[in-house]
Nanobody, 114 residues
């Protein structure tokens, strides 16, 4: 069965950095476009970034362009999200997802606050 386990969240001051990880199992990781989503309290889940499987083409939400970097290691079945210059509005629960797979893990909480 599919499992996606997010980690790396925490409390950070504005301007700080975090690196999220997503460990995947139960699927052929290298075949899927992978995505990071986030959901802030009272808001809908939004797509933050995506990366294709073979050519590693990346896309980002306008709100995170230039600050976040998505990457993947297909040999380790792991997805990453490097988050720099964090802002309070980045506070949310962050989830990884395999495109076309209806599975959501528990997510990892990111809180940006002074």
């Amino acid at each position: 069965q599919v499992q996606l386990v997010e980690s790396g969240g925490g409390l950070v001051q504005p301007g700080g950095s975090l690196r999220l990880s997503c460990a995947a199992s139960g699927l052929t990781f290298g075949r899927y476009t992978m995505r990071w989503f986030r959901q802030a309290p009272g808001k809908e889940r939004e797509l933050v970034a995506s990366i294709t499987n073979m050519h590693l083409v990346t896309n980002y939400a306008d709100s995170v362009k230039g600050r976040f970097t998505i990457s993947r290691d297909n040999t380790r079945n792991t997805l990453y999200l490097q988050m720099n210059s964090l802002k309070p509005e980045d506070t949310a629960v962050y989830y990884c997802n395999a495109a076309g797979v209806n599975y959501w893990g528990q997510g990892t909480q990111v809180t940006v606050s002074s």
